[in-house]
């Protein structure tokens, strides 16, 4: 991630250099990626309760795409406009920081709001009211029961994996500033698209595995996997 930061910096002080200035493109992506980076290290701590970290662990797939994958394609968009500057009207380049900022805010206030209601236990509010939550039981490998707080309010009853949105509409809004002349710059938002729709499926599977009776509950509660009305 700081690698992410530094890079992308990098790229900006290359169009510098062949510029003579810094187009507003460039400002643009540069501003939300640096957002979005500064957004996870403020998380970090809830970070070590997502997929990554509980089930995926720190094996090939998160090491190999922490050394490599960041560095090559999660920075390619500001890589493609040193050499492809753009300047943005001035509705577009504060419209696309705005809607940047308003995804970065939203994924991050959905992930709180979770992690506040499991640490309260429900004690607490979501969007000015008492959260609706479930309590779901489950039992580990050495037959001992246990139990979670599903979070049915908030962003977390709109749908059940409602921040994957967030996190892709974020990563198209850092890319259009690259304009629509080219299709390589999209890499990244169909790569990650695949990546959370397929994580969505892994998150259902595990869930309804792991909860079972009590996860068809909650889905009939919140009947939307990712995207509200449609899917």
Known sequence: MMGWAVLIVCFAAKQYSQLGYITNSSIASLILQQIYIFKFYLWEDGYFASLDIMHDRFGYYICWGV????????????????????????????????????FVWANYDADAQRLRV??????TTVWGSKPKIMTAKYKTSDGKEHSSILLLSGWWGIAR????ITEIGLSFMWTVPAGFTYILPYFYVVYLTI????????????????????????????PYRVIPYIY
Request: aromatic residues 18%; proline residues 4%.
């Open 195 to 222: 990546l959370l729709f397929d994580r969505s499926h892994r998150d259902e599977l595990r869930c309804r595995a792991k909860y079972g009776k009590y996860w068809n509950t909650y889905s009939k509660e919140v």
């Open 118 to 123: 499991r640490q309260t236990k429900g004690n």
């Open 161 to 164: 994996h409602v921040h994957y």
């Open 67 to 102: 050394l490599s994958w960041i560095a090559g394609i999660y920075t390619f968009v500001s890589q493609f406009l040193v050499n492809h500057p753009i300047d943005l009207p001035p509705v577009l380049f504060y419209g696309y920081l705005a809607l940047g900022i308003f």
